[in-house]
């Protein structure tokens, strides 16, 4: 079976002249669960929709599951599931009513993760959809979709509107689901720390393009921040070094953030510019706001 | 005790998870609270119980077996290995040691203090250190 659950070539999407996806390529490897990180407007929406084939680009080829996306089977369908940020659902319907008319749709459903979630989300099954807060639409919303056990599960801002307990059930939920196996995983989000515990994989979009996608953990080893103290050979600029996202620098002392760290980075810049230099790990909103400077 | 207890980790901190649950497996060996022999918790009980992925603690105990640290025993997980390979060399030890301190010196910077004034702050604070 394949091990690419989506994969974009070259797409390009764009909004009038605004250009949102800008060739961009992307590759979702099975059994990852992997957040997608961009500031507001970078095109994380527009991204997950096109992936889905719920928006079609006008260049490149995006494939879910090896179909086409504009084009997939009922089979493929009922493999996936797609929580939008905003969901509206019939307002006059129960819990209960809306639970049953979605299980209807797919030849399989588990009850008893339903009725458990329901419980523990707090989510009365006598309700009405139409009086609930955001907060409890979009809980109600995830699991819908978590009703069918999806091989691959899309969530565009799945804990903006979720209170911080909300949030963390959620999380427990995405992390059982992952320990469960071979499940894929893909959300957008602004809340790094979510991203931090559940995800194993990270995705930065900027500008239309992708320009980050590895292991979490790997982005955390080769993002630091350097600081420069004393130096006496301090380059005029620090543009020309390889891997400088960022530099500020006065006299002998200098900050810089780098994106190929490697521990014999700070002895050669230290020998280099006869400076004391520090290595400062950075947590992923760190990070994040490194990668987007300037 | 959950054996998963013993570990804590701190999701947003600068250090990668995997980094921080093998520093706690060494350091748990060094404090004699895994000794040899013992079993470490599986994946999916540390996944679940600290809520972290999966794969970044699968991660975390490959590279400790890697290092020598654990070993799989199979169908029951993974086993501290002889802590006496853990100690590492007087040198290595030290170097684990390397970042924290740089962190003095940067802050020490910061706070103007001289070298004395640094050393005479670290000799107190050895004063805590058991054996001292």
Redesign the interface.
């Known amino acids: 079976m394949t091990q690419k659950i989506i994969q974009m070539c070259h797409v390009t999407k764009a909004f009038g002249t605004k250009v949102v996806l800008d060739g961009l390529n992307f590759n979702l490897q099975r059994g990852t669960v992997t957040g997608l990180l961009g500031k507001n407007g970078a095109g994380k929406t527009t991204l997950l929709k096109c992936a889905l084939g719920l928006q079609t680009p006008q260049s490149g080829i995006i494939t879910v599951f090896g179909e086409p996306a504009r084009d997939l089977s009922a089979a493929t369908k009922a493999k996936l599931a797609y929580v939008p940020q905003e969901v509206t659902l019939y307002p006059w319907m129960k819990i209960r009513q809306i639970v049953a008319y979605s299980r209807a749709f797919y030849p399989r459903w588990n009850d008893s993760l339903i009725e458990r979630l329901m419980k523990d989300w707090e989510l009365g099954v006598e309700e009405r959809v139409g009086t609930l807060s955001t907060g409890q639409m979009q809980k109600l919303s995830i699991l819908l979709a978590l009703g069918h056990e999806p091989e691959l599960l899309v969530l565009d801002e799945p804990v903006a509107s979720l209170d911080p307990s909300a949030r963390r059930q959620f999380l427990a939920t995405l992390l059982e689901i992952a320990i469960s196996g071979d499940r894929t995983i893909l959300f957008s989000t602004h809340i790094t720390s979510d991203l931090e515990r559940v995800a194993d994989h990270v995705v930065v979009l900027k500008s239309g393009k992708i320009v980050y996608h590895d292991e979490l953990s790997a982005l955390k080893d080769s993002v630091k921040r350097l600081r420069i103290i004393n130096a006496r050979a301090l380059p005029a600029t620090m543009r020309d070094l390889p891997g400088v996202l960022h530099w500020e620098s006065t006299d002998a002392n200098a900050v810089l953030s780098v994106d190929n760290f490697s521990p014999e980075l700070p002895e050669r810049l230290s020998r280099e510019w006869q400076a004391e230099v520090t290595v400062e790990d950075l947590n992923l909103e760190e990070i994040f706001l490194e990668l987007h400077h300037g | 005790m959950d054996p998963v207890l013993l570990f804590q980790i701190n ?9 921080q649950l093998m520093d706690q497996v060494r350091t748990l060996i060094g404090a004699g609270r895994l000794t040899e022999g013992d079993m470490v918790p599986s994946v ?1 009980q540390i ?2 119980g600290l ?6 603690v699968s ?1 975390a105990w490959s590279l400790l077996e890697r290092d020598g640290v654990l070993e799989r025993v199979r169908g029951q997980g993974m086993r501290v290995l002889a802590a006496a390979k853990v100690r590492g060399t007087v040198k290595e030890r030290q170097q684990t040691l390397q ?1 924290l301190l ?2 003095v ?2 802050q020490a ?1 910061q706070l103007s203090l001289s070298r004395e004034q640094v050393l005479a702050a670290m000799a107190a604070a050895l004063k805590e250190l058991p054996g001292e």
Not at chain 2, 11 to 19: D, F
Not at chain 2, 51 to 56: L, R, S
């Open positions: 999701p947003s901190s600068g250090l990668p998870i995997y980094r999916r996944a679940e809520q972290i992925n999966p794969m970044t991660k970042p740089e962190q010196v940067a910077a």
